[in-house]
C-alpha cells in the first residue's frame, strides 16, 4: 500500500475534545479544498477521527496538522480515479481503522463545454471521478457499516442535474449516475441502520472554478456563489437528521416543484441563462 498512497498519521492530541456518543471514523474524499476542507473541518469538531483523501499531499498534510487539535486525522493522497489504488487504499484503511462511520463523497472536477467539445476520455474521466470513485468507496465501507448497523454516506452532487444547463453535459450525466446510486442504496438498505443522502450544492465559491474553461462561468455566476462552509453544515447536519436528499441553498429544492408543473419552461429558462453571452 505504501507504494500506493502516501500517508500522514499524527498524533492523538492531549486537547481532544470528547466526541460525541457514537461519532466514529469518519472519511472524505476531496479533502484538500473547498467543500471537502470545510466538512472534514465540522466533522473533526464533532470529535470525529477524521481521514483526509486527495491527490494534493502538502494541502492533506496541512489540513491534518490543522484538525489533530480537535480528533486524531489521517491525510491519504490518493488518485481516485486509480480503482485499483481505491481499492486498496480503503481496504487497508478499513482494516487497519476498523469500520467506517461516516463516507462523504466529494472528491470531484468540472468539464464545461457543449458535449461536442468533450474528449472522449473527459467523459470518462467524469464517470470515474464522480461515480466509480464513490461507487468503489462505497463498496469498501458498507459491509462494516452494516454489520454495525451504523453508518451515513453522503455523497456531493449538483443542482446541475435538476436542471441540466449549458455547456455541462459530461458533468451532469456522471452527478446524475451518482444521485441515482444513492437513491438505489437507500432503497437496497432500508432499515439496515446505515443512512444515504446526496446533497445538491449551487454555485459555491471554491478552486473548483480556477481552471481556464470554468473560470469565465465564475464571473458570470458570481452573484450567486455561496460559502463552501454553508454546504459542510448541511452535511454534517444530515448525520443527525439523516435525508436522502438535500439543495444549498435549501431554496433551490423548489427547482423540482417547477420543473414537475412547468418542465419546458424550466428547461428554457436554464437554457437560455445558463448559456455563456459570447456564445
Ligand atoms: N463549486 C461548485 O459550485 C460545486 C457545485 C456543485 C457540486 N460541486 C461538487 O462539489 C465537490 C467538491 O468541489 P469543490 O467545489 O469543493 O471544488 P474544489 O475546491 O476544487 O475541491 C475538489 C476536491 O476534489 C479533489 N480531487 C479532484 N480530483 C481528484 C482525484 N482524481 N482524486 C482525488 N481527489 C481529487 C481535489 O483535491 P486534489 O486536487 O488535491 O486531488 C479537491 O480536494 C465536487 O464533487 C464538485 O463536483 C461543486
Known sequence: MDSLVQRTLLPRPRTKRSAPQGAGLAVVT???????????????RR?????????????????????????PSMALALDVCDDQATQATFGQLVHDRGPVRVLVNCAGSGLYSPFLKHEPTDLRRMMEIHYFAAATAIRSVLPGMLDQRAGHVVNIGSMSTK??????????????????????LAADYASSGVHFSVVH??????????????QPLRQQLRRH????????RTVVRLLDRPRLEV????????????????PTMLHHLVASHSRPTKC
Open 247 to 262: 439543495c444549498v441553498p435549501h431554496h433551490y429544492r423548489l427547482v423540482d416543484a417547477i420543473k414537475a408543473l412547468h
Open 163 to 184: 436542471m441540466g444547463p449549458w455547456g455541462h453535459s459530461g458533468y451532469t450525466a456522471a452527478k446524475a449516475a451518482l444521485t441515482a446510486l444513492t437513491q438505489t
Open 201 to 214: 450544492p449551487g454555485i459555491i465559491d471554491t478552486p473548483y472554478f480556477d481552471t481556464p474553461d470554468l
Open 225 to 232: 456563489l455561496i460559502n463552501p462552509e454553508r454546504v459542510a
Open 30 to 44: 476531496g479533502g484538500s479544498s473547498g467543500i471537502g476542507q470545510e466538512a472534514a473541518r465540522l466533522l473533526a
Open 47 to 71: 470529535g470525529h477521527p477524521t481521514v483526509l483523501i486527495a491527490r494534493r499531499r502538502d494541502a492533506l498534510n496541512d489540513l491534518a496538522l490543522e484538525l489533530s487539535a480537535l480528533a
